[in-house]
């Protein structure tokens, strides 16, 4: 059965943001709100109900009680590693309170405010305060120095990397992202899209040929075969919202108004004909005026991961842990550190149709993917 799943993809496309030091891009805020119900809840009087079910009440300290059993170690670790980065800073001198209050300003004007009383009440709505939200910058801000004062690059690097990478940093003015419109085809076997691009190059209308193709997908045979993908300019490595490989060969490989294939597309395992008839491509800021966020943007991939930087914090400050049921987490956090962080925020990802820059450790990333073809 044909079925294009990368047809979906304009489905689960990102909202585009403008890339600033801080990646201050809304995914989830649910460990937030536990930490701060968790903290606002430690004081409160115990027999006061939180909520009332069938004339049964629940009272605070069974919700305080459920709370710490279930959320308990991951409060407390990342409680550990706020104070850890707040030490950092008293000492440092990385991060101050004007910058802190100038990434908040810039965060609720990329979540789509101008007042800001909405946009306290829209955090009201969440569980969330403006209290804890600068707490959650200034987390993020401290770690992001101090990754950046051990990450050594040089303009040169930092201007390879920009050029590689220019959707991260692309700020379109409509406000729409990049799109590609093009003619796909795709198939488990290799040898029929030999046969339905042979059918095209002998002059077959490439309309007709996916209105038969694509016989059992009514979707794609409604279009005949047209499709306009929607690229982000920042996603999850961890999730994509489509294949890189696909996104790479849509927005860079695939030559302007011919057609180009078949192409295995690993992760799907699949072979993909296409013929590319439009890009939008997004503008883009010249380096000299976002260098700091370029900079921020590459020490996200090749600076030291916050794991390292917890490590080198907790060898430097002394951490006890008086509970014995988070004893552990003294070990834990001079170890292997389980990582906490507001989930408010996530690092910037590279572009999926661009490589990264050459290092000295990995070489050429270009040169590692024909090795492998």
């Known amino acids: 059965m044909k079925t294009l799943v990368?047809?979906?993809?304009?489905?689960?496309?990102?909202?585009?943001?403008?890339?600033?030091?801080?990646?201050?891009?809304?995914?989830?805020?649910?460990?937030?709100v536990i930490v701060a119900s968790f903290l606002s809840l430690w004081g409160c009087g115990g027999r006061k109900p939180i909520a009332v079910v069938g004339g049964r009440v629940i009272s605070q300290n069974e919700f305080r009680q459920t709370m710490e059993q279930y959320?308990?170690?991951?409060?407390?670790?990342?409680?550990?590693?706020?104070?850890?980065?707040?030490?950092?800073?008293?000492?440092?001198?990385?991060?101050s309170d004007k910058e802190v209050e100038r990434e908040y300003k810039n965060f609720m004007r990329l979540s789509g405010f101008e007042d800001e009383q909405q946009f306290l009440a829209?955090?009201?709505?969440?569980?969330?305060?403006?209290?804890?939200?600068?707490?959650?910058?200034?987390h993020e801000l401290i770690l992001q120095r101090l990754r950046e004062k051990q990450t050594k690059v040089d303009d040169k690097t930092?201007?390879?990397?920009?050029?590689?990478?220019?959707?991260?940093?692309a700020q379109p003015p409509t406000g729409e992202p990049p799109t590609v419109r093009c003619f796909i085809f795709q198939s488990l076997k290799r040898e029929e899209l030999e046969k339905v691009k042979a059918l095209i190059e002998k002059g077959e209308d490439i309309r007709k040929v996916a209105y038969d193709f694509y016989k059992d997908n009514p979707q794609l045979r409604s279009t005949r075969g047209e499709a306009v993908i929607t690229l982000p300019l920042v996603f999850d490595p961890q999730h994509p919202p489509m294949p890189p490989s696909l996104m790479k060969l849509l927005a860079q490989d695939a030559p302007m108004n011919k057609l180009h294939g078949p192409v295995l597309i690993p992760e799907m395992k699949l072979w993909v004909l296409v013929k590319v008839?439009?890009?939008?491509?997004?503008?883009?800021?010249?380096?000299?005026?976002?260098?700091?966020?370029?900079?921020?943007?590459?020490?996200?991939?090749?600076?030291?991961?916050?794991?390292?930087?917890?490590?080198?914090?907790?060898?430097?400050?002394?951490?006890?842990?008086?509970?014995?049921r988070y004893k552990f987490l003294e070990d834990?956090?001079?170890t292997r550190i389980m990582l906490e962080r507001p989930m408010t925020f996530q690092p910037p990802a590279e572009a999926?149709?661009?490589t990264r820059p050459p290092?000295?450790?990995?070489?050429?990333?270009?040169?590692?993917e024909r090795t492998a073809q």
């Open 359 to 368: 290092s000295q450790e990995g070489g050429r990333l270009e040169q590692r």
């Open 352 to 354: 999926p149709s661009l």
């Open 277 to 324: 008839t439009e890009r939008k491509r997004p503008f883009v800021l010249p380096y000299e005026e976002i260098k700091r966020e370029v900079k921020a943007a590459y020490v996200q991939f090749f600076g030291p991961p916050p794991e390292a930087i917890f490590q080198q914090l907790a060898k430097e400050f002394s951490i006890s842990v008086h509970d014995p």
């Open 158 to 169: 930092l201007q390879e990397f920009y050029r590689r990478n220019w959707a991260m940093f």
């Open 6 to 32: 990368f047809a979906a993809a304009t489905h689960y496309a990102l909202r585009i943001k403008p890339v600033k030091e801080v990646p201050l891009l809304m995914r989830s805020l649910s460990f937030i």
């Open 332 to 334: 834990e956090i001079r």
């Open 122 to 138: 829209f955090l009201a709505r969440q569980g969330m305060t403006k209290e804890a939200m600068l707490e959650d910058i200034k």
């Open 71 to 95: 959320y308990g170690a991951r409060t407390l670790r990342w409680l550990i590693q706020h104070q850890l980065l707040l030490l950092s800073n008293e000492k440092q001198k990385l991060v």
